[in-house]
């Protein structure tokens, strides 16, 4: 069967992927080399150099391409590096328009790298289309959408976004790190780029930093594929083994961590000491019924926010943590808790977070596939 026929769950397992042609390896095996022979000057076998490309992280772009139902993935050496190959098809004066609620690490390349080469970045709420509507002009170029949003769980209408480009020279790109293609397929909701940071649930362990394009269109693909080699920011073959491997697993992962996180998230809102709980799964969450059409199920990450919170007693509860590990990151097998507003979020001027919700006593957490008795046992210790 050709792959895009596969149900998910198989093209995890075998998308894009075929048994290694010299000795039929199962795995794609760790072609941990610089350099390719060559019999005559352009003479090889598909590979001259690694860092245009690699028989490892071939194997992964094609995984990438098959499991997002693309046509062309693309690896590198983080999340951020994906990002950087995105802005970079861009020029001076055009307009980027992002979700006011995002990561980081986003905000600060966008803020902090790009803007000083002239590109103008809109930070917006995306709860509805009107405030991206009313920023769209002629110098419009690319809508950055989070969904799940970190760390406040926001929840954006996808396909209500990508109408708005339609017949406009204006590409919609979805970081789809947080729901993955388990959850949520952005190219089939009228998106033109799908980003991961493929650290997290993809990789799915915690031992490794890769960062995903996955395009259906090929002028794109090639446009992306020019900036990658040109400008290098790839993965090693190790690290694209694990990702693949990550891979392989991530149907079976997601499906705990979903069960895990509803447990979790009404675990927290029943509890008294808690003022509020960020999870899309619930049905007084804002656009919940957009969750419901555009997800399978509602993920693993969940924010909250202790009653009275300050940021002390947030501090003082994830430092008694025991099971959850108290790490930047998320998406890994164990169970991860964090504080944007001094970690994740940091870099985003405080009067900025405060607008979108990254109060001083939120806390995140990435539910892992743990057994949730223990999970629940260790938040009640740690908050009470």
Known sequence: MASKDLKFNTKTIHGGQQPDEAYGAVMPPIY???????????GHKGYQYSRSANPTRTALENSLASIEGGEFGLAFGSGIAAIDAVIKLLEPGDEVISTDDLYGGSYRIFKKIFEKFGIVFHFVSMQGTDAVRDKINSKTKLIWVETPTNPMMNIIDIKAIAA???DKDILLAVDNTFATPY????????ADIVM???????GGHSDTVVGALVVKDKELADKLYFVQNASGAVCGPMDSFLVLRGIKTLHVRMQRHCENGRAIALYLKSNPKIEKVYWPGFEDHPNHHIAKEQMKDFGGMISFVPKGGSYDNAIKIV???????????????E???????SMTHASIPKEERLRSGVVDSLIRLSVGIEDVDDLIA????AIE
């Open 32 to 42: 941990q080399t610089s350099t390719y022979a060559q019999t005559t000057p352009g």
């Open 164 to 166: 708005l480009t339609k």
């Open 183 to 190: 959850l949520q397929m952005p190219l089939e909701l009228g």
């Open 196 to 202: 991961h940071s493929a650290t997290k649930y993809l």
């Open 319 to 333: 430092e008694r943590l025991q099971v959850f590990t108290l790490a930047e990151s998320l998406g890994g097998v």
């Open 335 to 341: 169970s991860l808790a964090g504080h944007p507003a």
């Open 378 to 381: 260790d938040l009640e210790q």
